[in-house]
């Protein structure tokens, strides 16, 4: 089962690697830096048209944020 503090450690990662700023991404996407944080430190999720833009912005697919696995459809 895949929590929220899982979700929040993708987010994390991807912000770290992103090199920018909290303020920027948040700037960037439409929300406030707090909401960065809270995403970050897992105390709330982004709703999903936040979650797309944050995917957009950092290059990202919502799949790997959200530990969903890939799997083939016959």
Do not use: W
Not at 29 to 55: E, F, M, N, W
Request: net charge negative; hydrophobic share 40%.
């Amino acid at each position: 089962m895949v929590t929220t503090l899982d979700i929040s450690k993708k987010i994390a990662e991807a912000i770290q690697q992103s090199g920018l700023s909290q303020t920027e991404i948040a700037n960037k996407i439409g929300v406030r830096q707090q909401q960065i944080s809270c995403y970050i430190h897992g105390k709330t999720l982004p709703a999903l048209d936040t979650l797309s833009r944050l995917c957009s912005l950092l290059d990202l697919d919502a799949n790997d944020i959200l530990c969903v696995e890939k799997t083939e459809i016959f």
